[in-house]
Protein backbone atom coordinates (compact mmCIF):
# COMPACT_ATOMS: atom_id res chain seq x y z
CA UNK A 1 0.00 0.00 0.00
CA UNK A 2 1.07 3.74 -0.26
CA UNK A 3 3.79 5.07 2.13
CA UNK A 4 3.11 8.25 4.11
CA UNK A 5 6.21 10.00 5.58
CA UNK A 6 6.36 12.74 7.64
CA UNK A 7 9.40 14.92 9.09
CA UNK A 8 10.70 15.96 10.85
CA UNK A 9 8.87 13.74 13.97
CA UNK A 10 9.67 16.34 16.42
CA UNK A 11 9.96 20.23 16.33
CA UNK A 12 10.21 22.50 19.54
CA UNK A 13 10.00 26.04 18.42
CA UNK A 14 9.77 29.53 20.57
CA UNK A 15 6.84 31.80 20.04
CA UNK A 16 6.61 33.84 16.65
CA UNK A 17 8.65 31.29 14.86
CA UNK A 18 8.05 29.89 11.41
CA UNK A 19 8.02 26.20 10.77
CA UNK A 20 7.82 23.92 7.30
CA UNK A 21 6.42 20.57 7.98
CA UNK A 22 6.86 17.90 5.40
CA UNK A 23 4.78 15.11 3.83
CA UNK A 24 6.04 12.14 1.55
CA UNK A 25 3.85 9.69 -0.30
CA UNK A 26 5.31 6.53 -2.21
CA UNK A 27 2.08 6.98 -5.04
CA UNK A 28 -0.08 8.61 -6.84
CA UNK A 29 -3.27 10.13 -4.48
CA UNK A 30 -6.51 11.51 -5.56
CA UNK A 31 -6.35 14.00 -2.45
CA UNK A 32 -3.78 15.05 0.67
CA UNK A 33 -5.28 16.45 3.53
CA UNK A 34 -3.45 18.36 6.18
CA UNK A 35 -4.96 17.75 10.03
CA UNK A 36 -4.17 19.25 13.47
CA UNK A 37 -4.90 17.23 16.63
CA UNK A 38 -5.19 19.22 19.60
CA UNK A 39 -3.81 18.20 23.54
CA UNK A 40 -7.86 17.22 23.54
CA UNK A 41 -8.09 14.97 20.96
CA UNK A 42 -9.51 17.06 18.32
CA UNK A 43 -9.19 16.42 15.16
CA UNK A 44 -9.41 19.80 12.78
CA UNK A 45 -9.29 20.03 9.40
CA UNK A 46 -6.34 22.14 8.19
CA UNK A 47 -6.11 22.23 4.23
CA UNK A 48 -7.72 19.36 1.12
CA UNK A 49 -4.94 20.17 -0.97
CA UNK A 50 -4.21 17.53 -3.44
CA UNK A 51 -2.26 19.50 -6.02
CA UNK A 52 -1.62 23.42 -5.69
CA UNK A 53 -0.98 26.31 -2.64
CA UNK A 54 -3.40 27.54 -0.62
CA UNK A 55 -3.68 29.67 2.36
CA UNK A 56 -5.76 30.18 5.97
CA UNK A 57 -4.77 32.66 7.55
CA UNK A 58 -1.34 32.20 9.37
CA UNK A 59 -1.10 28.60 7.79
CA UNK A 60 -0.47 28.23 4.35
CA UNK A 61 0.28 24.43 2.12
CA UNK A 62 1.95 23.56 -0.81
CA UNK A 63 1.48 19.91 -3.01
CA UNK A 64 3.75 18.86 -5.80
CA UNK A 65 1.72 16.01 -6.57
CA UNK A 66 4.54 15.59 -9.55
CA UNK A 67 7.27 14.88 -7.20
CA UNK A 68 4.84 13.10 -4.23
CA UNK A 69 5.48 15.70 -1.71
CA UNK A 70 3.39 18.14 0.53
CA UNK A 71 4.16 21.02 2.63
CA UNK A 72 2.69 22.82 5.33
CA UNK A 73 4.06 26.33 6.43
CA UNK A 74 3.30 27.15 10.05
CA UNK A 75 4.17 31.46 10.27
CA UNK A 76 4.27 33.49 13.25
CA UNK A 77 3.75 30.15 15.92
CA UNK A 78 1.31 30.55 18.68
CA UNK A 79 0.84 28.10 21.92
CA UNK A 80 -2.31 26.95 20.81
CA UNK A 81 -0.57 26.06 17.23
CA UNK A 82 0.71 22.90 19.75
CA UNK A 83 -0.84 19.77 19.21
CA UNK A 84 0.13 16.60 16.31
CA UNK A 85 0.16 17.07 12.81
CA UNK A 86 -0.70 15.02 10.24
CA UNK A 87 -0.57 14.29 6.85
CA UNK A 88 -3.05 11.70 5.44
CA UNK A 89 -3.89 10.67 1.72
CA UNK A 90 -6.47 8.38 0.02
CA UNK A 91 -5.61 6.87 -3.39
CA UNK A 92 -8.77 6.84 -4.97
CA UNK A 93 -8.94 3.34 -5.27
CA UNK A 94 -10.33 2.26 -1.89
CA UNK A 95 -12.28 3.95 0.16
CA UNK A 96 -9.80 5.28 3.27
CA UNK A 97 -7.53 7.71 4.01
CA UNK A 98 -4.18 6.82 5.15
CA UNK A 99 -2.25 9.13 8.12
CA UNK A 100 1.21 9.59 8.48
CA UNK A 101 2.95 9.27 12.29
CA UNK A 102 2.75 13.04 12.11
CA UNK A 103 4.55 15.61 13.24
CA UNK A 104 4.67 16.62 17.18
CA UNK A 105 5.01 20.53 17.19
CA UNK A 106 5.21 22.08 21.18
CA UNK A 107 5.49 25.96 20.79
CA UNK A 108 7.20 27.33 23.81
CA UNK A 109 6.21 30.79 25.36
CA UNK B 1 -22.64 23.75 10.07
CA UNK B 2 -23.61 19.89 11.90
CA UNK B 3 -20.58 17.70 12.61
CA UNK B 4 -19.65 14.23 13.08
CA UNK B 5 -21.40 13.23 16.43
CA UNK B 6 -20.03 10.25 17.92
CA UNK B 7 -21.24 8.80 21.62
CA UNK B 8 -20.40 8.69 24.18
CA UNK B 9 -17.76 10.31 24.40
CA UNK B 10 -16.20 8.55 27.15
CA UNK B 11 -16.42 4.94 27.72
CA UNK B 12 -14.55 2.76 30.62
CA UNK B 13 -14.66 -0.50 30.09
CA UNK B 14 -13.71 -4.34 32.59
CA UNK B 15 -11.81 -6.67 30.60
CA UNK B 16 -13.64 -9.07 28.63
CA UNK B 17 -16.50 -7.07 28.47
CA UNK B 18 -18.38 -5.68 25.44
CA UNK B 19 -18.94 -1.96 23.94
CA UNK B 20 -20.77 0.11 21.70
CA UNK B 21 -19.93 2.89 20.08
CA UNK B 22 -22.07 5.26 17.90
CA UNK B 23 -21.43 7.78 14.76
CA UNK B 24 -24.21 9.95 13.26
CA UNK B 25 -22.62 11.06 10.43
CA UNK B 26 -23.19 14.68 8.63
CA UNK B 27 -26.33 15.56 7.09
CA UNK B 28 -26.51 14.09 3.59
CA UNK B 29 -23.33 11.75 3.99
CA UNK B 30 -24.11 8.40 3.16
CA UNK B 31 -20.11 6.93 3.66
CA UNK B 32 -18.92 6.38 7.38
CA UNK B 33 -15.41 5.48 8.04
CA UNK B 34 -13.96 4.28 12.06
CA UNK B 35 -10.88 4.66 12.54
CA UNK B 36 -8.69 3.56 15.78
CA UNK B 37 -5.80 5.86 17.32
CA UNK B 38 -3.62 4.40 20.26
CA UNK B 39 -1.46 6.05 22.84
CA UNK B 40 1.08 8.48 21.00
CA UNK B 41 -0.34 6.53 17.25
CA UNK B 42 -1.83 7.77 14.15
CA UNK B 43 -5.08 7.15 13.84
CA UNK B 44 -5.63 3.29 11.48
CA UNK B 45 -8.52 2.91 9.68
CA UNK B 46 -10.63 0.02 10.91
CA UNK B 47 -13.68 -0.63 8.19
CA UNK B 48 -15.57 1.85 5.88
CA UNK B 49 -19.63 1.63 5.00
CA UNK B 50 -21.27 3.33 1.86
CA UNK B 51 -25.02 3.23 1.48
CA UNK B 52 -25.07 0.70 4.33
CA UNK B 53 -22.83 -1.96 2.92
CA UNK B 54 -19.76 -2.04 3.73
CA UNK B 55 -16.80 -0.78 1.24
CA UNK B 56 -13.45 -1.18 2.48
CA UNK B 57 -12.05 -2.81 5.45
CA UNK B 58 -8.67 -2.64 7.49
CA UNK B 59 -7.20 -4.14 10.57
CA UNK B 60 -10.47 -4.76 12.18
CA UNK B 61 -10.23 -7.08 14.94
CA UNK B 62 -13.01 -9.97 14.60
CA UNK B 63 -13.53 -9.59 17.83
CA UNK B 64 -14.91 -6.11 16.33
CA UNK B 65 -18.14 -5.45 14.19
CA UNK B 66 -19.55 -2.73 12.84
CA UNK B 67 -22.86 -1.81 10.88
CA UNK B 68 -24.14 1.37 9.13
CA UNK B 69 -28.12 1.40 9.33
CA UNK B 70 -30.73 2.81 7.14
CA UNK B 71 -30.35 6.57 8.73
CA UNK B 72 -27.00 6.40 7.89
CA UNK B 73 -26.03 5.99 11.26
CA UNK B 74 -23.16 3.60 12.51
CA UNK B 75 -22.17 1.76 15.32
CA UNK B 76 -19.17 0.09 16.15
CA UNK B 77 -19.29 -3.30 18.49
CA UNK B 78 -16.12 -4.54 20.63
CA UNK B 79 -16.02 -7.35 22.23
CA UNK B 80 -14.42 -9.72 24.52
CA UNK B 81 -12.05 -5.83 24.92
CA UNK B 82 -8.85 -6.45 26.06
CA UNK B 83 -6.20 -3.53 27.57
CA UNK B 84 -4.74 -3.03 24.34
CA UNK B 85 -7.78 -2.15 22.76
CA UNK B 86 -8.13 1.68 25.47
CA UNK B 87 -7.95 3.83 22.30
CA UNK B 88 -9.22 6.90 20.96
CA UNK B 89 -11.78 6.03 18.24
CA UNK B 90 -13.08 8.41 15.36
CA UNK B 91 -16.11 8.44 13.29
CA UNK B 92 -15.85 10.55 9.98
CA UNK B 93 -17.93 10.68 7.00
CA UNK B 94 -18.14 11.96 3.47
CA UNK B 95 -20.73 13.43 0.79
CA UNK B 96 -19.68 10.17 -1.40
CA UNK B 97 -17.17 7.38 -1.70
CA UNK B 98 -13.30 9.17 -1.47
CA UNK B 99 -12.81 7.95 -4.40
CA UNK B 100 -15.51 10.90 -6.13
CA UNK B 101 -13.50 13.67 -4.77
CA UNK B 102 -15.03 14.31 -1.54
CA UNK B 103 -13.26 15.24 1.78
CA UNK B 104 -13.59 13.01 5.39
CA UNK B 105 -14.60 15.03 7.93
CA UNK B 106 -14.10 13.51 11.56
CA UNK B 107 -15.73 13.40 14.65
CA UNK B 108 -14.48 14.38 18.22
CA UNK B 109 -13.85 11.01 18.83
CA UNK B 110 -14.69 8.12 21.53
CA UNK B 111 -12.25 7.57 23.89
CA UNK B 112 -12.08 3.67 25.42
CA UNK B 113 -10.40 2.65 28.34
CA UNK B 114 -10.05 -0.76 29.33
CA UNK B 115 -9.50 -1.73 32.60
Known amino acids: GIQVEQSPPDLILQEGANSTLRCNFS?????LQWFHQNPWGQLINLFY???GTKQNGRLSATTVATERYSLLYISSSQTTDSGVYFC???????????FGKGTRLHILP | AAGVIQSPRHLIKEKRETATLKCYPI?????VYWYQQGPGQDPQFLIS???????DKGSIPDRFSAQQFSDYHSELNMSSLELGDSALYFC??????????????FGEGSWLTVV
Open chain 2, 92 to 105: ASSLAPLSSGNTIY
Open chain 1, 27 to 31: DSVNN
Open chain 1, 49 to 51: IPS
Open chain 1, 88 to 98: AVDTGRDDKII
Open chain 2, 27 to 31: PRHDT
Open chain 2, 49 to 55: FYEKMQS
